[in-house]
């Protein structure tokens, strides 16, 4: 039998977390039916399909749940299910203890989604200030022993500099872990692509926030940016009908919700320069995208002139140790050509300080 744990949301919403990672949100009769088979000493669908009026499948898939968080036994064929429990207060009472009050969570913000175990970078930054958050955040980075952090809103698109030697693969995985690991598929979807093949692994690879496999082809990323643009000519034609103009916007008028999408194009070699369709839909989501809810995470080298000029021009900048003045001069930061090791980067936001932060705490 597969033990839960119970998990009460500020939304009021129950949800289950099962040791397998296996997630669900019971039924909304779950309460009221566990109360009655407690009461009954036995658990049937039958029994629940009568006294809660409600169809035999539902009864029956409110039994399963029921078995999951161990308040029946297993099944034995047609028979009735024993209760394992006293009392429902019991069981609740029992979740307190093994969850404790850290298992409560805005409802834009879903741990049931988080694996087993995180990164340290991600843990660290489950704080007080970012699960109270009504926005997305992503992690930058550490600031000596502290986390820093900063909205999707304020950051907007982020160019990384990145090489062979540096470790912004590292830091990538740390953002993707956390954006997946913190919140719901619902107000978050993902494109990734990657052609170093390193995000290849669960629970990246299989994580229900991706629009699409992970994409590790040069042609196939053409498609994927060719998609983004059009859904956001989608959005901007959404946002003409309701009479707004932002994608925040848009999330005030009560209207069916969109989830942000963030799309990562992750590369060390010079294709991605050279490619003059993944230039045009790169060049169309650093334009406009952050008006419909899109944002835009490029870590590539500085390579063909032209595509250099494009990636400096994104509004924030995360930039790995340089190797020649001259790319540290385009970067707009000589600070560069001065880092000293592979986990140091220059944080350059689009309004405010720039910091020198690190892969690892």
């Not at 200030?129 to 999707?152: C, H, M, Q, T």
């Not at 995000?199 to 196939?220: G, R, V, W």
């Not at 490619?275 to 500085?302: F, K, M, Q, R, W």
């Amino acid at each position: 039998m597969d033990m839960a744990k119970y998990i009460l949301t500020s939304d009021g919403k129950i949800h289950v977390r099962t040791e397998n990672v296996s997630l669900f949100d019971v039924d909304e009769k779950f309460e009221e039916a566990a109360r009655l088979v407690i009461d009954n000493g036995v658990g049937s669908a039958s029994l629940i399909q009568r006294r809660l009026e409600v169809g035999y499948a539902r009864a029956a898939r409110i039994l399963d749940q029921l078995e999951q968080v161990g308040i029946l036994e297993s099944s034995d064929g047609n028979k009735p299910r024993g209760v394992l429990i006293s009392s429902f207060d019991e069981f609740i009472k029992r979740d307190e203890k093994e969850t404790g009050p850290e298992e409560i969570y805005p409802e834009d913000i879903k741990k049931e989604w988080a694996p087993i175990q995180m990164a340290d970078l991600s843990l660290s930054l489950l704080q007080k200030d970012v699960l109270n958050s009504k926005e997305i955040r992503i992690p930058l980075g550490f600031d000596k022993k502290k986390v820093a952090s900063a909205p999707l809103d304020e950051v907007g698109h982020i160019y990384i500099f990145n090489s062979p030697m540096c470790n912004s693969i590292g830091l990538l995985k740390t953002q993707l872990e956390f954006l997946t690991s913190t919140y719901s598929p619902d107000v978050l979807k993902l494109i990734v692509s990657d052609d170093t093949r390193l995000f290849s692994n669960p629970p990246l690879a299989n994580s229900p926030h991706l629009l699409t496999p992970i994409i590790y082809e040069q042609s196939k990323i053409q498609n994927a940016l060719g998609w983004v643009s059009a859904e956001m000519e989608r959005r901007f034609r959404i946002f003409q009908e309701t009479g707004v103009s932002t994608f925040e916007a848009y999330g005030k008028t009560g209207n069916p919700p969109l989830p942000r999408i963030v799309c990562i194009v992750s590369s060390t070699s010079s294709r991605l320069a050279y490619d003059e369709d993944s230039y045009y839909g790169i060049e169309n989501i650093l334009t406009s995208g952050h008006l419909v809810g899109v944002n835009l995470i490029v870590a590539s080298p500085l390579l063909e002139r032209k595509f250099s000029k494009l990636m400096t021009s994104f509004p924030t900048k995360i930039v790995f140790k340089t190797f020649s003045t001259s790319q540290a001069d385009l970067l707009g930061t000589d600070d560069a050509f001065e880092l000293t090791s592979k986990d140091e980067f220059l944080f350059i936001p689009a309004y405010g300080e720039v910091k020198k932060l690190n892969v690892n705490g």
